[in-house]
């Protein structure tokens, strides 16, 4: 299985910004949106063994995190362009104003769950099954890497990973690079994914 | 210089669609809007170095053709959203509707030109300046090839390319492919673009 988590450091923990100005008005919900399609979509198919956790931490109630469950999310529910997904991710939080938990998850359709999780909840649930990877451009190169089982990859957004994060990381994950240049997180996990493909794995 | 040629079989050639469903409205302009972040977009970054050609084939006026120049393109122009792409395809239709000369190209912005092109004039101009590649599933893997000078990639779009299409490219362009899974267009360009930044050229 394919895990890749996104800390998102200021997207909207509520619907309240509008599908005409993503950009503008949510934080960067758009690059989640194109995050989605990244890892989950084939042409004419969708990547079953992949599982995708969004951490949202912007205002006005951090965090909110929203889970996709490739096994379970059923066909049709996830369309390629940004604004179907962006509706997918408003569903999600409107759902999540009620949550008061701090661990347990709500579906809000099959295979996509909110909560109130935090960035290190996250990684601390994935590390008891999963390799975990934080890909860096300073990190090993990615061909260098040997992958078996079950693999997570954590990425930052348009701001990146803060000091602590990174700090909180060191020895859990290990630091690889798909280059030296820093490029968009959709296009790191497009990249990554027929990377793998090509592995077999 | 790296060059994409996309043929969108179906994309309108009239901006009569709605911003608010473009896969259901467009003739998947969605799909041109993801191709284009790709092309260009870096974290924080630009490709100067990048030419994009749209050759849109939908009803109601076809072909139109936008030609996106890296090298001319103000900052700014380009944003990673899609509906910001969306709009400046618009104006270039816009633009386009009192075009009749079959060959002319129409500054629509800086670096972004609209024409009555079609397929075939695009490659046989690109012909001129680069060697072609076909980006397709069965062709021989990228990792074999010995790229040199300016490089153009030819890819469908969801339909992909026609029988027609083929025969006219079968001794111009040569038939590579980045894996044995049929990928998303704006996928495909990501992972050639990091795959060629990762080969120094």
């Not at 995190?65 to 999600?92: M, Q, V, W, Y």
């Not at 104003?97 to 909110?114: A, C, N, W």
């Not at 090993?140 to 990146?160: M, Q, T």
């Not at 700090?167 to 959709?186: D, P, V």
Request: hydrophobic content about 40%; some cysteine.
């Amino acid at each position: 299985m394919r895990i890749f988590i996104i800390k998102a450091n200021h997207a909207h923990t509520k619907a309240d910004f509008s599908l005409k100005d993503l950009p503008g008005t949510s934080g960067r919900i758009d690059l989640l949106c194109r995050s989605i399609n990244s890892a989950f979509l084939l042409s004419h198919g969708f990547r079953k063994n992949v599982r995708v956790w969004l951490n949202l931490n912007g205002p006005p109630n951090p965090p909110k995190t929203i889970r996709f469950e490739g096994s379970e999310i059923r066909p049709k529910t996830i369309n390629p362009d940004e604004r179907s997904i962006a509706k997918l991710i408003i569903k999600a939080l409107k759902a999540g104003e009620r949550i008061k938990d701090p661990s347990k998850e709500h579906q809000v359709l099959p295979g996509i769950h909110i909560s109130n999780l935090t960035f290190e909840d996250i990684i601390r649930k994935t590390l008891k099954t999963a390799k975990l990877y934080y890909l860096h451009e300073e990190g090993k190169p990615i061909a260098e890497v040997n992958f078996k089982g079950n693999i997570a990859f954590i990425l930052g957004d348009h701001v990146g990973l803060s000091d602590e994060d990174e700090a909180f990381l060191e020895n859990i994950a290990e630091k690889i690079s798909i280059g030296r240049k820093s490029y968009l997180t959709s296009h790191v996990i497009a990249y990554v994914n027929i990377f793998l493909d090509n592995l077999g794995i």
